[in-house]
T-cell receptor, first 113, second 115 residues
């Protein structure tokens, strides 16, 4: 049973437009969420996070929204740039199991010039 | 400064062979994590260390998998009697503090292929 799901394996957007990547989770104990970005042959790198006490966190072009009642979060990238083309992973952690992060399977974003 | 490094980057093993994968975390980082990433999937948690203590090994798939971090810095993931299903990228990550709430810094991974 996959507790963190990224239902869109891929997304293609035009440079300058908004990219929206989605993530759903099933475990109500999750209270901290992170997004990681991964280029080929490299490890994931941290992008942005959000605590369950918030519903929005913004960092430059990146904004994460959290809807706890729907157990859904999304990452918005505005404006999208070709260098944003990568695989994006959503990850979730629970205070009761602080050592462990559960990852989704990723969404491959392609930003076309 | 130096990031997380892993060696070897690529490892080919014959089925039944033992392998050892090394992780050098960022200096001073308390937490160290191992993940297994199969093709087309996200990283899957294997085990977690806080300094030298292995606090969670619930993700290790079988007793053929063993991890250690004896001095609270370098860690080794050992897989005994490798099987074809062990083929994956093994990622190591470290974090400055104890909690997974902190961002994890990942190494480039070791790609293990078992023939």
């Amino acid at each position: 049973d996959q507790q963190v799901k990224q239902n869109s394996p891929s997304l293609s957007v035009q440079e300058g437009r908004i990219s929206i990547l989605n993530c759903d989770y099933t475990n109500s104990m999750f209270d901290y969420f992170l997004w990681y970005k991964k280029y080929p042959a490299e490890g994931p790198t941290f992008l942005i996070s959000i605590s369950s006490i918030k519903d929005k966190n913004e960092d430059g072009r990146f904004t994460v929204f959290l809807n706890k009642s729907a157990k859904h979060l999304s990452l918005h990238i505005v404006p999208s740039q070709p260098g944003d083309s990568a695989v994006y992973f959503c990850a979730a952690s629970a205070n009761t199991n602080a050592g462990k992060s559960t990852f989704g399977d990723g969404t491959t974003l392609t930003v076309k010039p | 400064g130096a990031g997380v490094s892993q060696s070897p980057r690529y490892k080919v093993a014959k089925r039944g062979q033992d392998v050892a994968l090394r992780c050098d975390p960022i200096s001073g980082h308390v937490s160290l994590f191992w993940y297994q990433q199969a093709l087309g999937q996200g990283p899957e948690f294997l085990t977690y260390f806080q300094n030298e203590a292995q606090l969670d090994k619930s993700g290790l798939p079988s007793d053929r998998f063993f991890a250690e971090r004896p001095e609270g810095s370098v860690s080794t993931l050992k897989i005994q009697r490798t099987q074809q299903e062990d083929s994956a990228v093994y990622l190591c990550a470290s974090s400055l503090e104890e909690w997974a709430y902190n961002e994890q810094f990942f190494g480039p991974g070791t790609r293990l292929t078992v023939l």
